[in-house]
């Protein structure tokens, strides 16, 4: 099955500065692959996603890149704001349905 | 449009008791999926429906089954539980098309086994 790893685990940055999670995934039939950002006792909210036919895609301040090749996708978030702490998930899904495999999380900090 | 809503927000149950969760997905989705979240295992793949049939299964015991209804609704069922099915439960519902493919979740289930 598909197995999906993450990078880092924590990330400080300051007020302004870019962030960026990295992820890679293991089964080159994996075709979506959505980020989810998940506040303390919230529901993990879907903030963007991409699919594999793509290889970027921007949405405001967050932009997403997909390598297929090398099988490995991150999150780009730039100027970030103290409301941009939280935890990031990256997730793959393979082949049809809606199974998704997650990465096991980034504790992002942005400090003023 | 409501989104997922899940019942009970909260659970205390005991080892060998038995539980079911609820999920009512957004209005036309037909697609619902439940999550396992824990602090050790982060986020797991339970089961996924669509049209009252399960169409993926996760690697948990027997204990843990689902249905869905006719009217998309959902619920899962842990039998015996365990002290390690102590985790927040979450289900996510999907819809048609181009967009059928983003999973929108529900705030979850808390549930405490002592």
């Known amino acids: 099955g598909e197995n999906v790893e993450q990078h880092p685990s924590t990330l400080s940055v300051q007020e302004g500065d870019s962030a960026v999670i990295k992820c890679t995934y293991s089964?080159?039939?994996?075709?979506?692959f959505p980020w989810y950002k998940q506040e303390l006792g919230k529901r993990p909210q879907l903030i963007i996603d991409?699919?594999?036919?793509?290889g970027e895609k921007k949405d405001q301040r967050i932009a997403v890149t997909l390598n297929k090749t090398a099988k490995h996708f991150s999150l780009h978030i730039t100027e970030t704001q103290p409301e941009d702490s939280a935890v990031y998930f990256c997730?793959?899904?393979?082949?049809?349905?809606?199974?998704?495999?997650f990465g096991t999380g980034t504790q992002l900090k942005v400090e003023l | 449009k409501a989104g997922v809503t899940q019942t009970p927000r909260y659970l205390i149950k005991t080892r060998g008791q038995q539980v079911t969760l609820s999920c009512s997905p957004i209005?036309?989705?037909?697609?619902v999926s439940w999550y396992q979240q824990t602090p050790g295992q982060g986020l797991q793949f339970l089961f996924e429906?669509?049209?009252?049939?399960?169409?993926n299964k996760g690697n948990f015991p027997g204990r843990f089954s689902g249905r869905q209804f006719s009217n998309s609704r959902s619920e899962m069922n842990v039998s015996t539980l365990e002290l390690g099915d102590s985790a927040l439960y979450l289900c996510?519902?999907?819809?048609?098309?181009?967009?059928?493919?983003?999973?929108?979740f529900g705030s979850g289930t808390q549930l405490s086994v002592l």
């Open positions: 996510a519902s999907s819809g048609f098309g181009a967009s059928n493919e983003k999973l929108f």
């Open positions: 089964d080159s039939a994996s075709n979506y």
């Open positions: 991409i699919r594999s036919n793509v």
């Open positions: 997730a793959a899904r393979e082949g049809g349905g809606n199974k998704l495999t």
């Open positions: 209005s036309g989705h037909r697609s």
């Open positions: 429906y669509f049209s009252e049939t399960q169409r």
